[in-house]
């Protein structure tokens, strides 16, 4: 009788599972992108932006292709000076984000799929955390959809759980 049970339980929970996947979409609402057509969707990145909200801020975000275009970089400056750094590859079928932080800790999050928000990039795991006094970053997404002003969100989690979205839209560093 146990058998028959999880038997049915594994439909239960499979089926519907199966059924998303074949639509191209998972439980989560993520629509399946590969990492080669998520890498050329993030090159379009290329460039120096600003936020959109703030003109006379001395934030600057500067992607830029490295490794002969295998790796594109993303560097955060503020007044001038380096503050964090995020790199996007290949690994196999996925895309990773390794996030430097000035914090001192290394999230990796592994492309997840597509959603309304645009590319999402989940939690894979983290190097050199003190999870006791430090968060880290556990979940990215860039939206595309507008190219002249892509938006950029992200959620940190800590001891204390997942925090709220902090969402940043952009412009080019050059607009006025």
């Avoid at 460039?47 to 830029?64: E, L, V």
């Avoid at 292709?65 to 690994?91: F, I, M, N, Q």
């Avoid at 595309?144 to 959620?155: G, M, N, Q």
Wanted: include cysteine; proline fraction near 5%.
């Amino acid at each position: 009788m146990r058998h028959i049970a999880a038997f049915i339980l594994s439909l239960l929970v499979i089926g519907p599972a199966s059924a998303h996947a074949d639509a191209g979409e998972d439980r989560t609402g993520h629509t399946a992108v590969s990492a080669e057509d998520a890498f050329v969707q993030m090159k379009r990145m290329v460039g120096t932006w600003r936020p959109a909200d703030k003109p006379q801020s001395s934030h600057r975000i500067r992607f830029y292709l490295t490794a002969g275009g295998t790796v594109l970089v993303e560097s955060w400056e503020v007044r001038g000076e380096p503050h964090s750094l995020t790199l996007y590859h290949r690994d196999g079928e996925t895309l990773l984000a390794t996030h430097y932080c000035p914090q001192g800790n290394q999230p990796r999050l592994e492309l997840a799929g597509q959603d309304a928000s645009g590319l999402h990039f989940a939690f894979r795991d983290v190097t050199d955390l003190e999870p006791t006094s430090e968060s880290h970053q556990h979940d990215l997404w860039i939206d595309l959809a507008d190219p002249e002003h892509p938006v950029r969100s992200e959620t940190y989690a800590s001891k204390d759980g997942i925090g709220t979205r902090e969402r940043l839209r952009l412009v080019s560093a050059n607009e006025v």
